[in-house]
């Protein structure tokens, strides 16, 4: 797979995503009916990953609120991972933040979800705190995770240096 598409998601997408998000989430899945309520919330951003016949490999989204951007969702099939879908999503998602003069991205995370810390790391996501038994279906602490400021220099060239070793041709439809 050398040319991955990102598309915004869209109600026709629902039904694949809704499937994906129950292999990648078997136990505590969202329903349809929420990614149709995030996907018409004006205040949110879902995008998918596509490969070349159009199937989805990969989702995102995230909730401006003033100056700041909340990621509410990430996943990747698991036959897709350990191939920068996931970075592929992350730079769209920190460039719609540039674009809309965002500061700061947050968002929480499985304080056992070492593949997704890490990946938050790369970006320089660092904890700031935990919420205690947040994930209902086992009572899971939850990490807040928080970016500096993303206009600061140190960001800025860390996200330049992970967009370069991107191995793949992206095309973005709007
Ligand atoms: C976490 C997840 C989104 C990563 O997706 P991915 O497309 O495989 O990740 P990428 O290939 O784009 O990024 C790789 C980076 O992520 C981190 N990473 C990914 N998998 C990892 C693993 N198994 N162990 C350690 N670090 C890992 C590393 O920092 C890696 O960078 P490196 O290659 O320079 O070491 C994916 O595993 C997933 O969908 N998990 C289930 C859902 C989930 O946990 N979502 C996040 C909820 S907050």
Redesign the pocket.
Known sequence: MQQVRITRMTAEDVDEVSKLEQI??PNHHWSKNSFYNEIANKLASYYCVKDEQNKIL?YIGFWQIIEEAHIT????HPD?????????LLIKIIEDCYENMIKFIT?E?RES????I??Y??FLFTSIGVRKKYYQDNGENALIMFTQNIWYDKFKNNFGEIKNNIKKVIVNDK
């Open positions: 990648v989430h990969a969702t990430l996943a990747v897709y991972r350990n191939l920068q879908l996931a970075q592929i968002l995370v979800n070492i593949p997704a890490k990946l790391e790369k």
